[in-house]
């Protein structure tokens, strides 16, 4: 079951509350949402997540770029929100990643040959986003896991990066890798109103229309795969936080706010 937010100036925003977990639960509502980008939040939207929902930290995974040419978005004049911005560079495009126009095979793909197939490709920039920034990451996940209220992590489609967080929250937290996924690939529900959002905005425009829009397409194999090097590689998504400074503290936090 999708856990939709209903907001006027975004598409892509829901619950990570109400997911299976391994032993049985269920993860809890009303404290991390995911969403895409809340630059075009109206007034309403506003009264919405911070009024009702409680939102008090936004985790905003945007470039510089990004951030710079679309604005820092209506929640930043709200003086109970607290801002995270940590960039991971981002999916694609000349205004939102430096590196994914030009591919380097042993960079982005060092778990593999030289195959730059759609699959690879994809999983290749999620494990970028570790790789290059992985400060970034541990942060987001801790401002993921603060208590005074809810958080939201976005990016700009609320897809790729604000997935791979997604995913790795619901990891630490302990929800079923089926549950993860079907997550992940529920932003192909909304996938035409994202683009059609984006498409208006100069930032992403040219970006986007380079591609087609299948290309977009969240694919459950894309983040299976990613998941997959990360247990190969070290031992479990659990095993690359540990040695990058995820503690139990962190662990326990996470699972305080996802978890009954």
């Given at each position: 079951m999708t856990r939709w937010i209903d907001l006027e100036g975004a598409v892509?925003?829901?619950?990570?509350g109400g997911l299976p977990t391994r032993d049985g639960g269920v993860t809890r509502s009303g404290r991390i949402f995911r969403a895409d980008n809340l630059q075009?939040?109206?007034?309403?939207?506003?009264?919405?997540?911070?009024?009702e929902l409680n939102l008090r930290h936004v985790v905003d995974l945007r470039s510089n770029a990004e951030v710079a040419l679309e604005g820092p978005g209506p929640l930043t004049t709200v003086p109970e929100v607290r801002h995270h911005h940590l960039t991971l560079f981002a999916e694609g495009g000349r205004h939102t990643d430096v590196e994914a126009d030009t591919?380097?095979?042993?960079?982005?793909?060092?778990?593999a040959e030289r195959v730059l197939d759609e699959e690879l490709r994809v999983t290749g920039f999620y494990f970028g986003y570790l790789r290059d920034r992985p400060s970034a990451v541990v942060a987001a996940l801790r401002a993921m896991s603060l208590d005074d209220g809810a958080a939201v992590v976005?990016?700009?489609?609320?897809?790729?990066?604000?997935?791979?967080?997604?995913?790795?929250?619901?990891e630490i937290a302990g929800v079923t890798r089926e549950a993860i996924v079907e997550d992940y690939v529920a932003t192909g529900e909304r996938l035409e109103l994202i683009l059609k959002r984006l498409r208006a905005s100069d930032t992403y425009r040219g970006?986007?229309?380079?591609?087609?829009?299948?290309?977009?397409?969240?694919?459950?194999?894309?983040?299976e795969q990613f998941l997959g090097v990360l247990d190969d590689r070290y031992g479990g998504p659990m095993g690359w936080l540990a040695q990058h400074g995820w503690t139990v503290a962190d662990t326990e936090a996470?699972?305080?706010?996802?978890r009954d």
């Open positions: 892509n925003a829901r619950d990570l075009g939040l109206t007034p309403r939207d506003v009264d919405l997540l911070v009024g591919i380097d095979g042993e960079r982005v793909l060092p778990w976005h990016c700009a489609a609320g897809k790729d990066r604000t997935g791979v967080l997604a995913a790795l929250a619901l970006d986007l229309d380079s591609r087609p829009a299948d290309d977009h397409m969240p694919r459950a194999k894309y983040l996470m699972r305080g706010r996802l």
